[in-house]
């Protein structure tokens, strides 16, 4: 895969500024906080998530879990747990951050999985939100990079059968 072969949605310059600025935001709304566990889902989530803990000015320890609940280009609707994280949840306000928010489902099981392992709070930081139906109770993230429309997103982290993660904006098929 190659950035030529893109429609260019988000460019790497929109994509660093608009980062900035939900670092900033998480900033204010953890300020009063000891500090957030920052829960990186990966592989997808690792380079939003760099960015964005890099503009955080509040104290942030970081793991990650890798999880999906793709095969292929398709959202299987359940959950493969390929690793798990090493720090305990419990006690903890949880920041999830994650590339793209799809249906949704991957990140309400986990927000719903720490609060039963006893976090105090699950937020959830995304780049890009694709505007499509979902439920009524599936919440969007407290923390969007961009909305865009219902197609194959690449660039970012994210990839095509694990190819174009590197491509440094957000591209459409």
Do not use: W
């Amino acid at each position: 895969m190659t950035p030529d072969e893109l429609e260019v949605l988000f460019t790497a310059g929109e994509i660093a500024r608009r980062t900035a600025e939900l670092g900033k935001r998480i900033s204010s709304d953890y300020r009063k906080k000891k500090s957030i566990l920052a829960v990186v889902l990966m592989n997808g989530g690792m380079f939003f998530a760099a960015d964005l803990i890099r503009s955080i000015s509040v104290p942030v320890q970081l793991d990650a879990i890798s999880v999906s609940s793709y095969r292929g280009r398709r959202s299987s609707g359940e959950l493969d747990f390929r690793s798990s994280m090493k720090l305990d949840v419990r006690d903890r306000h949880i920041l999830l951050i994650d590339e793209v928010f799809d249906t949704g489902h991957t990140l309400g099981e986990l927000r719903s999985l720490m609060m039963e392992q006893g976090a105090v709070s699950v937020r959830a930081a995304v780049a890009v939100v694709k505007d499509i139906p979902r439920p009524e109770e599936i919440p969007l993230p407290e923390y969007v990079g961009f909305h865009a429309p219902d197609r194959y997103l690449v660039g970012y982290g994210m990839d095509c059968d694990e190819d174009g993660r590197q491509i440094p904006f957000i591209g459409a098929l």
